[in-house]
């Protein structure tokens, strides 16, 4: 697609979660391949590359937000393996998730729980 801020974002991405970028990019390309554009760039290509934390810290922010949300359950899935890529344990993955039961409530903490163990049953498959 070929600007700085997608390659930059995508080479990015490709380091978090491997070919993950590529299925959005190509999973839009027949409805909106602008969208796609827009999901490397931004996310990866301005903010996941910003000094202030390191991909571990915003994988665990980014977990945390889509398991409050309740309804991203494909996002939080290539989140949590974006997750154990960068460094985050299981336990932590699993304390992330059960905080969220405090401020997003149980309903999205047991969504949010198994989807790490669908995601866990995955990696080690």
Request: a negative charge.
């Given at each position: 697609m070929?600007?700085?801020?997608?390659?930059?974002?995508?080479?990015?991405?490709?380091?978090?979660?491997?070919?993950?970028?590529?299925?959005?990019?190509?999973?839009?390309e027949?409805?909106?391949p602008?969208?796609?554009?827009?999901?490397?760039?931004?996310?990866?290509?301005?903010?996941?590359?910003?000094?202030?934390?390191?991909?571990k810290?915003?994988?665990?922010a980014?977990?945390?937000?889509?398991?409050a949300?309740?309804?991203c359950?494909?996002?939080?899935?290539?989140h949590?393996?974006?997750?154990l890529?960068?460094?985050?344990?299981?336990?932590?993955?699993?304390?992330?998730?059960?905080?969220?039961?405090?401020?997003?409530?149980?309903p999205?903490?047991?969504?949010?729980?198994?989807?790490?163990?669908?995601?866990?049953?995955?990696?080690?498959?």
């Open positions: 070929g600007n700085e801020r997608f390659d930059k974002g995508f080479d990015l991405l490709s380091k978090i979660d491997g070919e993950a970028g590529q299925k959005v990019i190509d999973s839009l027949d409805i909106c602008d969208l796609g554009k827009y999901t490397i760039e931004y996310p990866f290509g301005d903010i996941y590359s910003r000094p202030g934390l390191d991909l810290s915003r994988e665990l980014t977990v945390s937000a889509l398991t949300m309740g309804n359950v494909p996002q939080l899935k290539v949590l393996h974006a997750a890529n960068v460094g985050c344990t299981e336990t932590e993955l699993k304390e992330v998730i059960i905080q969220m039961s405090v401020y997003a409530g149980f999205a903490a047991l969504n949010g729980m198994f989807a790490l163990k669908e995601v866990l049953s995955e990696r080690r498959a």
